[in-house]
């Protein structure tokens, strides 16, 4: 954990690989977004830690994106700023630089989760916002069931809600993010209502914890799942969440004011 990878990535997932064409299946959300939206309130500068390709930064914020990986840097769109190229652990900013500080799906990825939500508060004077999964949930999905090691690998990596809110102090909520079933925004929870999407390997590459499980392991996971959608037995189990206009999953958003 927290060996730097060979494009810079600071955590232990190595984005110079699987980071390429993350972005076409990483799209932010509009419903989750506007959550966040809700979460930053009045702030109007934003620093955003592990900003990878801009997912999630508003028009409406000043935003300083900070991001280590130079594959993700570089898949930031022209009209966003440029990211600095900074660790969470490290942020080179003064004290109380910005209104707000959030992170979205990075925290996992952090080499020292507590160093780094420290200085998130030190930096940002209002709320800290923290999109993340309950690694305690995370079990609960009807993929646990075809890919046992991709969500025993996402329950270990995603840290301890308690972890997070004692690291950030003052006062802290946590909310439980509805997943739309249409979800644009492709972690593995976003396909709960769309099993087939998840046999595209775009789509799980686009998601990190994917990239710890052998290639082998993949396929034989992958085929388990191919053969009970076409045999009906995934509808058979899991059929009435097609029609469900949202999952209530791990996804939670933690907001710490001082």
Partial sequence: MGMQQMDGSAGDADYGRIGVGYSAYRQPDPRIAAIIHRAIGEARTLVNIGAGAGSYESAAWEITPVEPSRSMRAQRPAHLAPAVDAAAEHLPFADDAFDAAMTVFSVHQWSDLKAGLREMRRVARGPVVVLTCD??????FWLYAYAPLVLDTEARRYPPLADIEEALGGRTTVERVPIPADCTDGFNEAYFARPELLLDPGARQA???????EPAVQEQYIGGLRRDLQTGAWDEHHGPLRRQPHLNGSLVLVRAVP
């Fill in 135 to 140: 690694p305690d949930l995370v079990r609960d």
């Fill in 207 to 213: 998601c990190s914890a994917w990239s710890f499980v």
